[in-house]
């Protein structure tokens, strides 16, 4: 039962049914299935095939968004559930898919994730530049930078904001931790982060970790 619901999400994810997703979504959760079962073997299942007909040229980006848009409304749905805390935050993250970079499926998984692990969280979106990540650092002082990005061209921004911080006399104040997909651990410490991580739940350890919250 619980898999043939998480079978339909799949689908109605990758058909960019919105609608058919929410229903299902919500249905999921009424029937008891965890929220991670319904975001990974669900939600995000559904896109890592969409991926792959992207990648082999059988579906365009305009069936992506859709698929996308769909897969955003079921996040929606789950939001609130994760979102579910104490009072006392774990630290204060801002989060971003770096300059050049649209890409946020991911990063808003992460950002789901960190919010739902207790951390405060001002997510800044997508294409964020050097100069607001190290605005954020001067202004809000915040814990934890964490950026993304999906595009091997796009990563490279990651350094650039590690090297803009050094500049401004900043890169002391706050831990910084990178992800997405063609991010590795080796980049990570070529440019100089504090962490790397390769999920979304490996994320919010990391950021624990680096928050000293562990
Ligand atoms: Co784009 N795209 N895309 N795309 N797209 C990729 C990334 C690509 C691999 C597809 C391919 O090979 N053919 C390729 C990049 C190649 C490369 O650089 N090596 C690519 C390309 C080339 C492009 C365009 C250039 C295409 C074009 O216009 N010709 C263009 C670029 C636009 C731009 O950004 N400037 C483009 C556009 C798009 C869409 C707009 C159509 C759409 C994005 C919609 C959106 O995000 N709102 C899109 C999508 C959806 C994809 C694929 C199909 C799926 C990405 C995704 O959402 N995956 C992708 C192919 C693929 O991955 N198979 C592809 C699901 C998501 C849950 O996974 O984002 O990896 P992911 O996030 C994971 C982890 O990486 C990690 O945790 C997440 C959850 O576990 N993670 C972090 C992510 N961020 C993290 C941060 C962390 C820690 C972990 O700490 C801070």
Redesign the pocket.
Known sequence: MNEEMLEAIQNAVMEGDRDGVVKLTKSSLEEGIEIKRILDEGL?AA??V???R??CNSIF?PE??IS?KAMHAGMAVLEPYFAKCGIEPMGNVV?GTVK????????N??SMMLKGACFKVNDFGIDVGIEKFVGAVKNDSPDLI???A?????MHSMRDVINALKDSGLRDKVKI??????VTQDFADSIGADGY????LT?VDKAKELCGKP
């Open positions: 995000v896109m890592e969409v991926g792959g992207f990648k980006i992506v968004l996308a989060i050049g970079d649209l890409h946020d499926i991911g990063k998984i992460v964490a950026m993304s999906l595009l091997t061209t796009s931790i990178v992800g997405g997909a063609p991580a390769k999920d979304a994320a």
